[in-house]
Nanobody, 119 residues
Framework: QVQLVESGGGLVQPGGSLRLSCLASGFTFSSYAMSWYRQPPGKERELVASITGTGGSTNYADSAKGRFTISRDNAQNTVYLQMNSLRPEDTAVYYC????????????WGQGTQVTVSS
């Protein structure tokens, strides 16, 4: 069965770094674009970054540009989000998403990992 398991969240001080990982199983990983979303407390879920199946193209929310880097290792079925220069407003539950790149579209979600940026 399909599983997306996030890890790497935690408590970090402002200006610090974290690297999130999402291990995928149960589907052909390289056929899916992978994304990180986040949901701050009391707010809607929002896209942070995405990467195509081959890793050849990435996309970032304005809030993530220059600070976050999404990458993937198709041999390890894993997608990463390197987060640097973290700010209190980055506090959120971060979710891994897999979206199939061919018809019919299909989405899978992980359970989320909490990131808290606080001094």
């Amino acid at each position: 069965q399909v599983q997306l398991v996030e890890s790497g969240g935690g408590l970090v001080q402002p200006g610090g770094s974290l690297r999130l990982s999402c291990l995928a199983s149960g589907f052909t990983f390289s056929s899916y674009a992978m994304s990180w979303y986040r949901q701050p407390p009391g707010k809607e879920r929002e896209l942070v970054a995405s990467i195509t199946g081959t890793g050849g193209s990435t996309n970032y929310a304005d809030s993530a540009k220059g600070r976050f880097t999404i990458s993937r290792d198709n041999a390890q079925n894993t997608v990463y989000l390197q987060m640097n220069s973290l700010r209190p407003e980055d506090t959120a539950v971060y979710y891994c998403n897999a979206r199939r790149q061919f018809w019919p579209p299909r989405d899978y979600w992980g359970q989320g990992t909490q990131v808290t940026v606080s001094s």
